[in-house]
């Protein structure tokens, strides 16, 4: 499986953004947290870490990725297998947080609406959400470089996607349709340690196979796909610094009150 095989370079590039997000949940006293889109459970952990004595509990629509939270997360945490665009938990929360999680809902004004559910009145949400694909050097390096060497369809904007939210008004008139209220948006803007810190060939490698396009790339031929990894290794070499690739990103940091 792509995610869990992926999890823990891709867990330590992305652990930046832990922190704007946690600092955006307004996290003072003992709260009842849960995380959409949990994956393999870092931001759970690291919600947890920052308020203790608070119940964090993490969904996740993968059983693999459930398992794997489960496995990190020790007694921490609790994870459960969930759709959360449907799924209604037994007891509302004071604190809904996702990084990178609330882009790939089929039906996203269903979805939030549902969602407003989860939070009692007053409670907050946090949501980290990539900014404009151009903004976030990874993704479109790999597009780039795939798109080079075969024909890739130009993404859809109103499909589920990474940077389906890169506009962020988009994202908060759909909250405020659901019933949230100051409903806001803040940019975020740093660099990414590529898969935690790879070598350039290492981290081309790992950003191809995580991409959309790794599949798309998996069904051409041998000539095209060593010609998108030189690609991306040059690309990655380029962005070498102090021995890791870096390379910048820009995030959304949504916040809204139920």
């Not at 975020?188 to 790992?206: C, H, I, N």
Request: charged fraction near 20%; charge should be negative; hydrophobic fraction near 50%.
């Amino acid at each position: 499986m792509k995610w869990r095989d992926q999890l823990d370079p891709m867990e330590a590039m992305l652990a930046p953004i832990n922190a704007p997000l946690i600092a955006a949940l307004d996290l003072a006293g003992h709260l009842r947290i849960a995380e959409i889109g949990a994956g393999g459970g870092a931001t759970t952990r690291a919600i947890a870490a920052a308020t203790p004595g608070s119940t964090i509990e993490g969904f996740d629509i993968s059983p693999d990725l459930v398992e794997a939270a489960k496995a990190r997360a020790g007694s921490i945490a609790r994870f459960t297998l969930a759709d959360v665009a449907s799924f209604r938990p037994a007891e509302k929360f004071d604190r809904l947080a996702s990084r990178f999680g609330v882009m790939f809902f089929e039906a996203p004004e269903l979805a939030f609406a549902n969602l407003h559910h989860w939070l009692r009145p007053g409670g907050k949400l946090a949501f980290a959400v990539w900014g404009p694909g151009k903004e976030v050097a990874f993704m479109a390096s790999v597009r780039d470089a795939v798109a080079a060497v075969i024909d890739l369809p130009q993404p859809d904007p109103d499909a589920p996607g990474p940077c389906r939210y890169g506009d962020p008004s988009r994202l908060i008139a759909l909250l405020d349709a659901a019933g949230f209220r100051d409903c806001a948006a803040k940019t975020w803007r740093g660099d990414l340690q590529v898969g935690g810190g790879m070598t350039p060939d290492a981290a081309a490698e790992f950003l191809l196979a995580s991409s959309s396009a790794a599949g798309p790339l998996a069904d051409a031929g041998a000539r095209e796909q060593a010609e998108a990894h030189d690609r991306m290794t040059a690309v990655c070499a380029a962005n070498l610094r102090d021995g890791a690739v870096w390379m910048p990103a820009r995030v959304e940091i949504i916040t809204a009150t139920a």
